[in-house]
T-cell receptor
Framework: DAKTTQPTSMDCAEGRAANLPCNHS???????VYWYRQIHSQGPQYIIH???NNETNEMASLIITEDRKSSTLILPHATLRDTAVYYC???????????FGKGTTLSVSS | NAGVTQTPKFQVLKTGQSMTLQCAQD?????MYWYRQDPGMGLRLIYY???????DKGEVPNGYNVSRLNKREFSLRLESAAPSQTSVYFC???????????FGPGTRLTVL
């Protein structure tokens, strides 16, 4: 599975959009981009995933660049409850486990 | 529908003691996983079970054993606990290996 690079930490004001970047320059054609988050040492929670098209669900949007070497997770209206560690993970559909890096710690403040 | 449940939530052991961490899921998932998370780190895979009756090693299996008791339950055993096994342990399940994984709340284990 390809390796990902994320900023260590980011800040966001409550009510604003939070844009979390991820670089995955070695991604291969059959690998998906997954995003999970972990709130205060709870179990990781699935957010969204995509292959090459942009994706949106009730939690977030995922924008993947055309060359697929980077992506951005967008939380459109961040709340205090979105404060968490966000993990960007690249894996193929045959992959067994999720390979977690250190993620980005997002701090949302009022 | 409780999802993935883990027991106990907290445990303190002395070096050399043994214990079993329990995990159960009620989503009728085929695949189950055990991860550990050390402070400030991401999760690392210990063992997984792609389907009932099968188990395989992950990235950090040494010092652990697992049992896929039935489709619902997947237990993790520490035969002789060591301080290096102090960690938070997460269980996860998924319908198929390539699908989204759902995680339990974790077991916080301290080995003195």
């Amino acid at each position: 599975d390809a390796k990902t690079t994320q900023p260590t930490s980011m800040d966001c004001a409550e009510g604003r959009a939070a844009n979390l970047p991820c670089n995955h320059s070695t991604i291969s054609g059959n690998e998906y981009v997954y995003w999970y988050r972990q709130i205060h040492s709870q179990g990781p929670q699935y957010i969204i995933h995509g292959l090459k098209n942009n994706e949106t669900n009730e939690m977030a949007s995922l924008i993947i660049t055309e060359d697929r070497k980077s992506s951005t997770l967008i939380l459109p209206h961040a709340t205090l409850r979105d404060t968490a560690v966000y993990y960007c993970i690249v894996r193929d559909q045959a992959g067994t486990a999720l390979i977690f890096g250190k993620g980005t710690t997002l701090s949302v403040s009022s | 529908n409780a999802g993935v449940t883990q027991t106990p939530k907290f445990q303190v052991l002395k070096t050399g003691q043994s214990m079993t961490l329990q995990c159960a899921q009620d989503m009728n998932h085929n695949s189950m996983y055990w991860y550990r998370q050390d402070p400030g780190m991401g999760l690392r895979l210990i063992y997984y079970s792609a389907s009932e009756g099968t188990t395989d090693k992950g990235e950090v299996p040494n010092g652990y054993n697992v049992s896929r008791l039935n489709k619902r339950e997947f237990s993790l055993r520490l035969e002789s606990a060591a301080p290096s096994q102090t960690s938070v342990y997460f269980c996860a399940s998924t319908e198929r290996p390539r699908d989204t994984q759902y995680f339990g709340p974790g077991t916080r284990l301290t080995v003195l």
